[in-house]
């Protein structure tokens, strides 16, 4: 096992984020070039950081903003698809990713909010299956890679919806087989080590098939499948790093 997958697999997520900040300095000049492109702060660099808790994958962490395939995927959705960074819009995002946090916050035009129960960059502490928020408060929800990780994904996701405004969106990406048609849960599994071995981490519950969007519509959901290899040429998923497999679902709450 590589240092950097012991490191991603041992110390907490907490800890995890905290010491990365001191890291990005030295890792954006080091890795700086011209090989990819992060489009979150538009630098590139000759190569990004492997990444991966059981496989890891090559060229992936971005060394600037340490983003990821699904946040490059995201923020290209949001900055070419949509108006997040230039109508108002008051924002509720769970478990917020360090590469949007500082970015999110500076946009005068968001009234953002973060929510969590562990993460240092929560405003809120809170539970995704109790969210203390009034009903359709939200013009945007984000919760990226959580749903996975809750066993009662339906009671999460029936709550994300109560919190969103009527005409409101949300991203709500996770960690999806697309060559799977339903998705693989069993919750007699319960070992860190087991559902490493059937989840693909020690901390997951599910690995959502495509039936994911039929969740998410049973929800109350209008789901739209923005799929990678739709919208961007082979040599933009190469320069991005994007996975060319990836669905990102936006996920509307009717008027």
Not at 37 to 62: C, H, M, W
Request: with cysteine; proline share 6%; aromatic share 16%.
């Amino acid at each position: 096992m590589s240092l950097f997958k012991t490191i991603l697999n041992v110390v907490p997520r907490p800890w995890l984020i905290k010491a990365s900040y001191l890291a990005k300095p030295f890792l954006d000049f080091y890795y700086k070039g011209n090989t990819f492109t992060d489009p979150i702060n538009q630098k590139s660099y000759r190569k990004f950081l492997p990444y991966g808790y059981e496989n890891q994958r090559e060229n992936v962490l971005a060394p600037g903003t340490l983003s990821l395939e699904r946040h490059r995927l995201l923020w290209l959705y949001l900055n070419n698809h949509s108006d997040f960074f230039t109508a108002p819009k008051k924002v509720l995002h769970v478990a917020p990713e360090q590469c949007f946090y500082k970015g999110f916050r500076k946009q005068t035009n968001l009234d953002y909010t973060t929510t969590d129960l562990f993460s240092p960059l929560a405003d809120v502490k809170a539970d995704i299956c109790d969210l203390p928020f009034d009903n359709n408060t939200y013009d945007v929800v984000f919760c990226n890679h959580v749903l996975e990780h809750i066993a009662d994904d339906a009671k999460a996701m029936s709550e994300l919806f109560r919190v969103l405004k009527p005409g409101g969106w949300g991203i709500f990406q996770v960690p999806q087989d697309t060559k799977r048609k339903n998705t693989y849960e069993d919750f007699s599994i319960v070992l860190p080590e087991e559902r490493q071995l059937h989840f693909g981490q020690y901390d997951h519950v599910r690995i959502y098939g495509l039936d994911y969007f039929t969740r998410l519509e049973k929800a109350g959901f209008t789901v739209k499948q923005f799929k990678v290899t739709d919208h961007f040429s082979p040599q933009e998923i190469e320069k991005f790093a994007l996975m060319r497999n990836e669905i990102l679902p936006i996920c509307f709450k009717e008027l």
